[in-house]
């Protein structure tokens, strides 16, 4: 291959990975032990969920998207979500925000 072919090629290849950066993730709830084969709990289905982290790109998800969300999930086991805080670096570069919830019977 030429040099001049060998550029295009690592150019092309670059913009299409810089590009790849900046699609929009849509949310999702982090488990950051989810692939943990020694944890107890690996592959097995949830009974009771104390708490949501939910990982986000705040360019592409509402406030309103964040909270359908752990309100489902916390929903799945009776109870409510309610926001704790929000935090940075602990999801991947695509999402690097994380909220946060805390599930807890109604009228807790």
């Known amino acids: 291959m030429s040099i001049p ?3 295009f090629l690592f150019t092309v290849a670059f913009v ?3 590009l790849s950066g900046c699609a929009d993730q849509a949310p999702y709830i982090h488990n950051p032990s ?13 009974k009771d969920r104390e708490g949501v982290n939910i990982c986000y790109n705040k360019r592409s998800t509402t406030v ?4 359908a969300m ?3 999930e916390c929903g799945k ?5 309610l926001f704790q805080k929000h935090d940075y ?13 805390k599930c807890s019977k109604p009228g807790a």
């Open 5 to 7: 072919r060998l550029n």
């Open 16 to 18: 299409a990975f810089a």
């Open 34 to 46: 989810e692939f943990n084969r020694q944890s107890p709990n690996f592959a097995k289905e949830i």
């Open 64 to 67: 309103q998207d964040l909270l």
């Open 70 to 72: 752990a309100q489902a």
């Open 77 to 81: 086991f009776g109870k409510e979500a």
């Open 89 to 101: 670096l602990q999801c991947p570069i695509t999402t690097p925000a994380r909220a946060i919830f």
